[in-house]
């Protein structure tokens, strides 16, 4: 795909200062920039770049005024991160903006899409399954049985959605990634075997939700495993049967929530923190990564370690933790003077 200066101003709503029909094809970084590729300057410490770069197009912001000539073309808009990330987001929907249904894949009978649908070689719609407008599922998909699907949805490549899972407008679901699958349950008998325990329930995920490349999230036992709207999931992340993960709330890689555990509203939760079972955590906490956290959690608790302590005191018990190598010297070295005037 090829886009002029012209036509990136006319989406950006800036003004092109040098070759308006300069073609481009590709992003760069600044420093990396070659000919045929777009890239932008919003930090001010790479303006020195601007001067060496290769790259045909550069973002700007309205007020940079080059100091010397410049052999890229500029577009200058008000702001120029912005305006990058917009030109992003517009090269991802013409890139994934496929239509129509490639062979050989399965469709049931029984299951109906909308407007602008794709559907990948070797993907699999089941019974009853219901698919709304612009939504693309990418080769090797598993869409199984009453699967709901909203709008504008994308399935990548090799993510398996198991029977009755919902999912609303505007969601992404990532590579190998795996939504509906039966969560851990078993009870042990007094064999000490353990029997299945059926997990009838199913996973709703609300709208503009995305979740990472090999995450899994588990249907409930009774009921709904649930990610309300915003959520954000990184790539391999286990959210466990009747979890469910408030509004807007953010959880990096690696991380393991177990069951019925509810995650409040616009929480931050860092990198392999593991979270036990049937807990409740409340509004805006945020976890540092690595935190084991097994008790309940109120609103705006910042927490870090393994069990996980209130963050302030997490860093003063450090201060001494670092030190106890030395502490311990001391004390011996109290002890000694303390048994040697005994021995007097």
């Given at each position: 795909m090829k886009f002029t200066a012209t036509q990136i101003a006319g989406i950006l709503e800036g003004e092109v200062e040098g070759n308006p029909q300069i073609a481009v094809h590709k992003l760069s970084?600044?420093?990396?920039?070659?000919?045929?590729?777009?890239?932008?300057?919003?930090?001010?410490?790479?303006?020195?770049?601007?001067?060496?770069?290769?790259?045909?197009?550069?973002?700007?912001?309205?007020?940079?005024?080059?100091?010397?000539?410049?052999?890229?073309?500029?577009?200058?808009?008000?702001?120029?991160?912005?305006?990058?990330?917009?030109?992003?987001?517009?090269?991802?929907?013409?890139?994934?903006?496929?239509?129509?249904?490639?062979?050989?894949?399965?469709?049931s009978e029984s299951a109906s899409y909308g407007e602008g649908f794709y559907l990948g070689a070797f993907a699999y719609l089941g019974e009853n399954v219901?698919?709304?407008?612009?939504?693309?599922?990418?080769?090797?998909?598993?869409?199984?049985?009453?699967?709901?699907?909203?709008?504008?949805?994308?399935?990548?490549?090799?993510?398996?959605?198991?029977?009755?899972?919902?999912?609303?407008?505007?969601?992404?679901?990532?590579?190998?990634?795996?939504?509906?699958?039966?969560?851990?349950?078993?009870?042990?008998?007094?064999?000490?075997?353990?029997?299945?325990?059926?997990?009838?329930?199913?996973?709703?995920?609300?709208?503009?939700?995305?979740?990472?490349?090999?995450?899994?999230?588990?249907?409930?036992?009774?009921?709904?495993?649930?990610?309300?709207?915003g959520v954000k999931l990184d790539n391999q992340i286990q959210i466990a049967h009747n979890v469910e993960i408030g509004e807007h709330t953010a959880i990096a890689a690696q991380t393991g929530v177990a069951g019925s555990t509810k995650i409040g509203k616009n929480c931050l939760i860092g990198g392999q923190v593991g979270i036990v079972g049937h807990i409740t955590i409340g509004d805006r906490v945020r976890i540092q990564a690595q935190s084991g956290i097994g008790r309940n959690v109120k609103d705006d608790e910042v927490l870090q370690g393994s069990p996980a302590l209130n963050y302030g005191d997490f860093n003063k018990s450090y201060v001494h933790f670092k030190n106890l190598p030395k502490l311990a010297n001391q004390i011996s070295n109290i002890e000694k003077k303390v048994e040697g005037e005994q021995t007097k």
């Open positions: 970084k600044i420093e990396e920039g070659e000919k045929g590729s777009l890239t932008f300057l919003a930090n001010p410490k790479y303006t020195s770049y601007i001067y060496s770069t290769k790259a045909s197009i550069t973002i700007v912001n309205k007020d940079f005024v080059p100091e010397q000539s410049v052999s890229t073309t500029l577009i200058k808009v008000d702001d120029a991160y912005k305006s990058f990330s917009k030109l992003l987001e517009y090269y991802n929907q013409v890139k994934n903006n496929k239509v129509g249904v490639e062979n050989p894949c399965y469709i219901k698919i709304g407008d612009n939504v693309k599922v990418y080769p090797n998909a598993y869409i199984g049985d009453n699967v709901s699907i909203g709008d504008n949805v994308i399935v990548f490549a090799g993510a398996k959605i198991y029977s009755e899972t919902i999912i609303g407008n505007n969601c992404v679901i990532h590579g190998g990634a795996i939504i509906g699958a039966d969560g851990f349950g078993f009870t042990p008998n007094s064999d000490g075997e353990y029997s299945k325990v059926p997990q009838t329930g199913n996973v709703i995920i609300e709208d503009n939700v995305d979740v990472g490349a090999g995450t899994t999230i588990d249907r409930a036992t009774l009921g709904s495993t649930i990610l309300r709207k």
